[in-house]
């Protein structure tokens, strides 16, 4: 029995408690990066087959088709193709990416490595291990790479290969960019601290708010320039329309190629908007070897194949009071980052407002030095060498720029936010006059001061009390009177005739009884002072008048 356990097939050991089982996690990120590049060329692939096939002309078959689409997926990258068939024979690269063209690739990547995140939590949740963020990322990147290494070969059969030296870093750039904002999203877009790894420096430096307001100000200053550059590329378009439709009409003359046509300039938009930005920052930008096209003038000859968006390029020569007119769209930049680098907070000092709009400009300028870089490129050898704005020239006007006007926008801005209240003091006294408090001190002292002087007197049965009012004149006391015996009534008569009318008849005598005194007359209304009015009139109410009463004789 022992020789059969020992020899027989040796059972699955249990796991130990505390080991969680290896997840599938993994393998689903890097399969999720391959989808991505694999649905990025597929889209790619149908639309260049459905232009081949509508073509009346193919100059190759769908294998050359195929290859085409692959250089294309790559070029979406950034990387740079190489056409050999020229009329001088040397091979031309060609450099200028359509960037509508690279949000394909990146909406891909992005989606892939937030589902990949997604799928690593829901994985923890059943139990299975957890990827971190740094795994998912590695992983969607290792499935993407090796997809797009495949593609690079691929391409290099086709009448336009790519550069292997520019997809070798391109290509990995991209993918990277877009995978980390996936996971980032993926996360909920997280802004926490930084790292341990990073200085303690940099970490306490970043978690001040004038850094996020530069970001915001600055975000707000390349939205302003790129916005500019689209009127301006708008406004060209319709001041040279017949121009523009003459080139779109004589490039080609089946509908398939008009089409494509079409399809090309709708992805260099985005291009034509950094280079109007470029061209109203005053850089302008090149047109091949000694071109170059700004608000000053056209200087140079430039070599350019005919295409619609070319079409409307300023006319060769000096500038004129329309072409200066650009100008405006670096000023509105600048303004607005002014604008946006202003805390609502009183206890900012002037000082750190403007160095929240310098760094806002610094910002502004580097994220158009990038556009600038991204969105030119060679277009051939000899004069199409340079097309495209100049990067460093373009990040330094707009820096210059925005940090010239924002600077004195943002101080006086402040300076008008935390400017002291007109009427303070006035305010503050109407404020102390209506507190609840002091208003229930003065109307408690307006109370004692309108008493009546008098005390109302007995009046008939069923009549009601007079309402209090200012005392009366003080009366002499009433003598009292024998009482006059009536024929046959046994009443009395009033005691005075000059008594007041709503007193009660008086009381039948009483054999041996003394007469009472008289009541005392009641003292001057002068005499009486009256109660809280200094009060009264501390708290700001006026004093009643007093009774014009004069004191009556003495009885």
């Given at each position: 029995m022992t020789q059969v356990t020992e020899l027989g097939t040796p059972l699955p050991a249990a796991l130990r408690p505390g080991v969680r089982r290896r997840s599938p996690a993994a393998a689903a990120c890097v399969l999720g990066g391959a989808v991505?590049?694999?649905?990025?060329?597929?889209?790619?692939?149908?639309?260049?087959?459905?232009?081949?096939?509508?073509?009346?002309?193919?100059?190759?078959?769908p294998g050359g088709a195929l290859h085409l689409a692959a250089g294309l997926?790559?070029?979406?990258?950034?990387?740079?193709?190489?056409?050999?068939?020229?009329?001088?024979?040397?091979?031309a690269p060609v450099g200028v990416t359509p960037l509508l063209l690279v949000a394909l690739p990146a909406l891909l990547m992005r989606r892939a490595a937030r589902l990949g995140?997604?799928?690593?939590?829901?994985a923890g949740a059943d139990g299975e291990e957890v990827l971190p963020a740094g795994a998912v990322f590695s992983a969607v990147i290792c499935g993407y790479l090796a997809v797009g290494a495949l593609a690079t070969v691929y391409a290099a059969g086709g009448p336009m290969p790519a550069d292997p030296l520019s997809a070798a870093w391109h290509l990995p750039l991209v993918a990277a960019l877009a995978a980390a904002g996936g996971v980032w999203a993926?996360?909920?877009?997280?802004?926490?601290?930084?790292?341990d790894r990073v200085p303690r420096s940099v970490r306490k430096a970043v978690t001040r708010p004038r850094y996020a307001l530069a970001l915001r100000s600055g975000a707000a200053g390349v939205l302003v320039l790129l916005g500019g550059g689209t009127l301006l590329v708008g406004a060209s378009l319709a001041w040279h329309g017949p121009e523009v439709q003459a080139s779109f009409l004589t490039l080609t003359g089946v509908w398939s190629g008009r089409f494509a046509v079409l399809l090309l300039a709708v992805a260099l938009i985005p291009n034509a908007m950094v280079w109007g930005a470029a061209y109203g920052l005053g850089p302008g930008f090149a047109l091949g070897a000694g071109a170059t096209a700004t608000p000053l003038g056209f200087e140079g000859a430039a070599a350019l194949p005919r295409f619609p968006l070319l079409a409307a390029l300023p006319p060769e020569g000096a500038g004129s009071p329309v072409t200066?007119?650009?100008?405006?769209?670096?000023?509105?930049?600048?303004?607005?980052?002014?604008?946006?680098?202003v805390r609502r907070a009183r206890e900012v000092p002037y000082g750190e407002t403007a160095l929240t709009a310098a760094l806002g400009s610094v910002v502004c300028g580097l994220a158009m030095a990038a556009l600038a870089a991204v969105s030119g490129g060679p277009m051939g050898t000899a004069a199409l060498v340079s097309f495209g704005p100049v990067w460093w020239a373009v990040g330094a006007a707009a820096a210059a720029w925005t940090l010239v006007l924002s600077v004195p926008l943002a101080v006086g801005v402040h300076a008008w936010r935390t400017r002291p209240a007109r009427g303070a003091a006035e305010d503050a006294a109407a404020d102390a006059w209506h507190d609840s408090g002091v208003r229930e001190l003065r109307w408690q002292a307006l109370r004692g001061a309108a008493q009546p002087l008098v005390p109302p007197t007995a009046t008939r049965r069923g009549t009601p009390a007079p309402l209090p009012g200012p005392a009366p004149a003080a009366q002499p006391a009433p003598t009292a009177t024998a009482p006059t015996a009536t024929s046959g009534a046994g009443r009395a008569a009033p005691a005075a005739a000059g008594g007041p009318p709503d007193t009660l008849p008086a009381p039948p005598p009483?054999?041996?009884?003394?007469?009472?005194?008289?009541?005392?007359?009641?003292?001057?209304?002068?005499?009486?002072?009256?109660?809280?009015?200094?009060?009264?009139?501390?708290?700001?109410?006026?004093?009643?008048?007093?009774?014009?009463?004069?004191?009556?004789?003495?009885?």
């Open positions: 991505a590049a694999g649905l990025g060329l597929g889209f790619l692939a149908v639309l260049v087959i459905v232009l081949w096939i509508s073509s009346p002309y193919p100059d190759s078959g997926w790559l070029m979406a990258h950034g990387t740079e193709l190489v056409r050999y068939e020229t009329l001088s024979g040397v091979p995140s997604a799928s690593g939590d829901a993926a996360k909920g877009r997280p802004l926490g601290p930084l790292p200066w007119a650009t100008a405006g769209v670096p000023v509105a930049a600048g303004l607005a980052v002014g604008w946006f680098a009483v054999p041996g009884a003394v007469p009472p005194p008289a009541p005392p007359s009641a003292p001057p209304a002068a005499a009486r002072p009256a109660p809280d009015v200094e009060q009264a009139v501390a708290f700001g109410a006026a004093a009643p008048p007093a009774p014009n009463a004069k004191p009556g004789p003495s009885p």
